[in-house]
């Protein structure tokens, strides 16, 4: 689907992938819509689009994406604007790694409701339109902790991999109707989210989860719209994250040995106290 004159609203559009993915669009000439928290942040990165494209149009509406009122008044806002919405992407998401007893259940549940529920709200909310227009594109960012369980990820895989399931159930559902659905598996991404979560992550973690490499947003982004642009349901940026949506469950007796390899070590980096890579 091409972006010019379609309205894309991206939530988790002020920071990070989401704010590359509507630098990407908006240059492609797309009215785009940013939905977060922060108005501070929104009318940073609204500014920012605005300097590199001073013609862009972009709105932007503050919200929680785990309150569904909050969700569906954000969404009126952006169309009051824009009109309905042909392209949704999904992008607010929060981590908080750890050791699963450090980590207290309310941070399981706000994880779940912000990264799970707050896609579902709005797949719920713009869903019917679509399918009455006949056309309409549904981009979910999940990760490639959405493939696979990475030490220290237990409040933050579980809805990456709910992602996946209710991505396979809409695309099935949504055949045919002119309604497509693409979900994305990240990799490590330098942004402000990696950032805070290197600051808190076990070095076990750290130690599996490089293994992807480091990307960089824009490229995680200009690989996002390749794939939307040709219609591709699943997005894996990179070898490694393709190597384990293919293969991961044909060579998971591998891949688990390679990394309790890898934790192993990094363990051994971290009783002698050494920095751990
Ligand atoms: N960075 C990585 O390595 C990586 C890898 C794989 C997948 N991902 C996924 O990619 C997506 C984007 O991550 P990022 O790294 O770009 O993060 P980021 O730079 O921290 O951006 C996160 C965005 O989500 C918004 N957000 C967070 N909680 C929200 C809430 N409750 N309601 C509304 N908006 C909310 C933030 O704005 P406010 O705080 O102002 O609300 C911000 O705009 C996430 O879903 C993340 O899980 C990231």
Request: aromatic fraction near 8%; charged fraction near 20%; proline fraction near 6%.
């Amino acid at each position: 689907m091409p972006f010019k004159d379609q309205h894309v609203l991206i939530t988790g559009g002020s920071s990070g992938i989401g704010l590359a993915l509507a630098r990407q669009v908006a240059a492609a000439g797309a009215r785009v819509s940013l939905v977060a928290r922060d108005r501070t942040k929104l009318d940073a990165a609204r500014a920012a689009i605005l300097t590199n494209l001073p013609g862009a149009a972009v709105v932007t509406a503050s919200a929680d994406v785990a309150v569904e009122t909050e969700v569906l008044s954000a969404l009126q806002a952006a169309e009051d604007a824009h009109g309905p919405v042909n392209v949704l992407i999904t992008s607010a998401g929060v981590a908080h790694p750890g050791y699963f007893e450090d980590v207290p259940v309310s941070v399981f549940e706000h994880t779940m409701a912000v990264n799970y529920f707050g896609t579902l709200y709005f797949l719920k909310a713009v869903v019917p339109g679509m399918r009455r227009r006949g056309r309409g594109r549904l981009v979910l960012i999940s990760s490639g902790i959405g493939l696979y369980g990475f030490f220290g990820y237990t409040p933050y895989a579980p809805g990456k991999f709910a992602l996946r399931g209710l991505a396979e159930c809409l695309r099935a559902e949504l055949k045919d109707t002119g309604v497509g659905v693409t979900i994305v598996y990240p990799p490590d991404t330098d942004t402000p989210q990696l950032e805070a979560e290197n600051r808190i992550k076990p070095p076990e973690s750290k130690a599996v989860t490089s293994t992807g490499g480091l990307w960089s947003a824009e490229d995680v982004a200009r690989v996002t719209l390749r794939g939307v642009r040709r219609g591709r349901f699943v997005v894996t940026p990179g070898l490694p994250i393709t190597a384990l949506f293919w293969l991961g469950g044909l060579f998971a007796p591998f891949v688990n040995w390679s990394f309790d390899r890898t934790i192993r070590q990094a363990r051994a980096k971290k009783r002698a106290g050494q920095p751990s890579s």
